[in-house]
């Protein structure tokens, strides 16, 4: 749900909203799913995710802690921890990064 509605209370009420319905990210979101899912049991092997997800550091390091495999896209200038152990940006670790698609 946009923010915007969230914080139109009167809004929230004519359609029903809670009033303890918080705003929350789209990768907030996808967290509480994974949540529930592992809770429950739900098979699956991996989890992949656009930018919008690979730029919540918070949800990279959960997965992470809780040892899911995962493929999430980032911006090239995010910094990730390397095998170095140090941060180094994303484009230095992919060679597709050095040109933009399209270009020669």
Request: charged share 30%.
């Amino acid at each position: 749900m946009p923010q915007a509605w969230i914080q139109d209370r009167p809004r929230c009420r004519a359609a029903a909203v809670p009033d303890t319905v918080e705003f929350r990210t789209k990768p907030q979101l996808a967290r509480a799913m994974l949540e529930r899912a592992l809770d429950d049991g739900v098979p699956f092997g991996w989890v992949t995710g656009d930018e919008i997800y690979g730029q919540d550091r918070r949800l990279r390091l959960w997965l992470e802690a809780c040892q899911i495999p995962h493929v999430l896209a980032v911006r090239r200038s995010e910094p990730l921890v390397s095998m170095r152990l140090g941060f180094e940006r994303a484009e230095t670790w992919s060679p597709a990064w050095t040109r933009r698609p399209g270009s020669a």
